[in-house]
């Protein structure tokens, strides 16, 4: 039997950043701490800007594919949080 309500929460797209701290640990690569100390510029940022900001605006990122797909994958939050609004 289907429940009488349907209940609807919607995740502002402005979610923002507001605290963030990358601290490398053992790493591959010479290079891959560099863009550690810039990852603090997208504190402020809405979520859903990461995937275009992180490539814009931290290129150095891009030399250590962990650290920057895992700050890219930050601009899927808001449809996480809608998806897990709408099934529970």
């Known amino acids: 039997m289907p429940h009488p309500w349907r209940y609807r929460k919607a995740c502002?797209?402005?979610i923002m950043l507001r605290l963030l701290h990358v601290d490398p640990r053992v790493l591959?690569?010479?290079?891959?701490p560099a863009p550690s100390?810039?990852?603090a510029t997208l504190v402020?940022?809405?979520l859903v800007e990461?995937?275009?900001r992180v490539l814009a605006e931290?290129?150095?990122a891009m030399e250590c594919t962990h650290l920057s797909?895992?700050?890219r994958f930050l601009a899927d939050v808001p449809t996480l949080v809608d998806?897990?609004?709408r099934l529970g």
């Open 12 to 14: 502002p797209k402005t």
């Open 28 to 32: 591959l690569f010479g290079y891959c």
């Open 37 to 39: 100390s810039n990852a």
């Open 44 to 46: 402020g940022s809405a």
């Open 50 to 52: 990461f995937r275009h």
């Open 58 to 60: 931290l290129p150095r």
């Open 69 to 71: 797909n895992k700050l």
């Open 83 to 85: 998806t897990i609004s």
